[in-house]
């Protein structure tokens, strides 16, 4: 079965410092790796996937996301964050082995940037 | 500007009342989801829609069920409200194009049961 972990309910990081938000998954076959941010009163917004190929997989407003496959990780990162990233955020999986209709999220991390 | 809409913001709806969650995607996707989001346990995923009339139970689908009778319109159906299912309801599409395509969602209905 697959399953994906965040392991921080919060995040508090400095504006101008770079961030990390971690993610852990479990699949049997080959893990299609997704992360979103929700900002307050809104829906989920796509930030970057890992399908295949290199491990650094950038996405929008800076973020970034390293692929380890021996550690079954994907944790978001950005080098110097912004007060305006702010938000909750969503690790997803999900197994190539499933036909691609079942995404399963992670419990989500918050992130508190301050000024 | 490819949209998901959710027709309700928030509700309010009674105890045993049956409750109609619209959502609509302008994208021609073939995929429709419904979520439900609560605090702690991230989105758990209630029922999915591959195609017109096709309908698949998630994880957590008693007390639903759905409607997908046009391809761009996927109803969410609480048969018998009870107040278990207050939460934040999100829709989501994609495109038929397999495991590697993400989501697009709505903006959420926050319901309660009272």
């Known amino acids: 079965a697959q399953s994906v972990a965040q392991p921080e309910d919060q995040v508090n990081v400095a504006e101008g410092n770079p961030l990390t938000v971690k993610c852990t998954y479990s699949?049997?076959?080959?893990?299609?790796l997704f992360w979103y941010v929700q900002y307050p009163n809104r829906g989920l917004q796509f930030l970057l996937k890992y399908i295949t190929g290199d491990n650094l997989v950038k996405g929008s407003y800076g973020f970034e996301a390293e692929f380890n496959k021996s550690q079954t990780s994907f944790h978001l990162k950005k080098p110097s964050a912004l007060v305006s990233d702010s938000a909750l955020y969503f690790c997803a999986v999900r197994d190539d082995n499933t036909g691609g209709f079942k995404t399963i999220f992670g419990a989500g991390t918050r992130l508190f940037v301050k000024a | 500007d490819v949209k998901v809409t959710q027709s309700s913001r928030y509700l309010v709806k009674r105890t045993g009342e049956k409750v109609f969650l619209e959502c609509v995607q302008d994208m021609d996707h073939e995929n429709m989801f419904w979520y439900r989001q609560d605090p702690g346990l991230g989105l758990r995923l209630i029922y999915f829609s591959y195609d017109v009339k096709m309908k698949e139970k998630g994880d957590i689908p008693e007390g639903y069920s759905v409607s997908r009778e046009k391809k761009e319109r996927f109803s969410l159906i609480l048969e018998s409200a009870s107040t278990n299912q207050t939460s934040m309801y999100l829709c989501?599409?994609?495109?038929?194009?397999?495991?590697?395509?993400?989501?697009?969602f709505g903006s959420g209905t926050r319901l309660t049961v009272v």
């Open positions: 699949v049997s076959g080959n893990p299609y």
């Open positions: 989501a599409s994609s495109s038929g194009q397999g495991a590697s395509v993400g989501y697009t």
